[in-house]
Structures are given as structure tokens and as C-alpha cells.
């Protein structure tokens, strides 16, 4: 059995949808409606309505930038972030506590490894606390591996 050509199936399917114009017997012949309060647009100005999109340029590109910064992450399948969060949930009453994380930076596109003190541990914000030189706010979700760092 054939399938007609994707051309054939939009016109029948046009044919369906558009054949029955009865429900519109009574506006079909009258003239176009012109307004009496404004003026016609100028064509020239037909485009201008569609200027708000012209704040999506750029947006593709930004997108794009984002893409290629992600495509170093490696996403981690579910046992590996059970792994991540049986051991979080055995350090947090431990807390506050040498640890040493290696993450996801978001911004520069790399795994990152600091060692700092774990301050709060937030599993509902899904979020990490360490100290440092700096305070770190670490999405748990990229974090790939915690390491309790001994005492000397």
C-alpha cells in the first residue's frame, strides 16, 4: 500500500478542514471592514509591528554559548547521585567540616576541585556551603565526588 506524498496529505487534510464554509455564508461576500478612528497602516510600517521580537537577538547566541560551556559536564546516572547523596547525608550532622569537592563550574565549563569547610548542607535548596578564601554556594546536583579531608 502506497502513502501518498506529504503534498497530497496536506491538501486533504486542507480539503477537510476548509470544505464546509456554510457557517460563514453570511460574511463571506461583504466588503473588508475599514475603520472610521484610524488611519490604514502604511505598508511600509507592517513590519514594525513585529519589532518586540527583536529583543530575542542575541538570545540564540547566548544559548548557544551556554551549550558549549555544558558540553564538558558529564551527567551522572542515579547511582552515582545516590552515592553523592548517602554521603552528604552521613557528613551533615558532622557539619562543620574539612571537605574536598570536585564540581561543575557552570561558568567556566570545567570540573573544579576545592577544598574548604563545609558550612550548611541544604538538600531541599539542593545546595552546598563551603568556606574558604571565599564563601562557595555548590549546586549539589554537580557536584562528582566529596572527599572528607583528615585532620594532620
Given at each position: 500500500m502506497n502513502k501518498p506524498a506529504p503534498d497530497q496529505q496536506t491538501a486533504a487534510i486542507e480539503a477537510r478542514l476548509f470544505k464546509?464554509?456554510?457557517a460563514?455564508?453570511?460574511i463571506m461576500d461583504l466588503p473588508r471592514p475599514v475603520?472610521?478612528?484610524h488611519?490604514?497602516?502604511p505598508a511600509a510600517d507592517h513590519a514594525g509591528q513585529f519589532a518586540p521580537f527583536a529583543a530575542l537577538t542575541g538570545y540564540h547566541q547566548l544559548i548557544n554559548e551556554v551549550a558549549e560551556r555544558y558540553s564538558h559536564k558529564n551527567y551522572p546516572?542515579?547511582?552515582s547521585t545516590k552515592r553523592i547523596e548517602r554521603k552528604l547525608l552521613a557528613i551533615k550532622p558532622l557539619l562543620p567540616l574539612r571537605l574536598k569537592v570536585e564540581y561543575f563550574n557552570g561558568d567556566s565549563g570545567?570540573?573544579?576541585t576545592i577544598?574548604?569547610?563545609a558550612t550548611?548542607?541544604?538538600f531541599r535548596r539542593g545546595r552546598l556551603m563551603l568556606t574558604r578564601k571565599q564563601e562557595w554556594d555548590l549546586i549539589i546536583a554537580n557536584l562528582r565526588k566529596v572527599t572528607v579531608v583528615t585532620r594532620k
Open positions: 464546509d464554509t456554510s460563514y455564508q453570511d475603520s472610521k478612528h488611519w490604514p497602516l546516572d542515579e547511582l570545567y570540573y573544579e577544598a574548604g569547610t550548611q548542607l541544604d
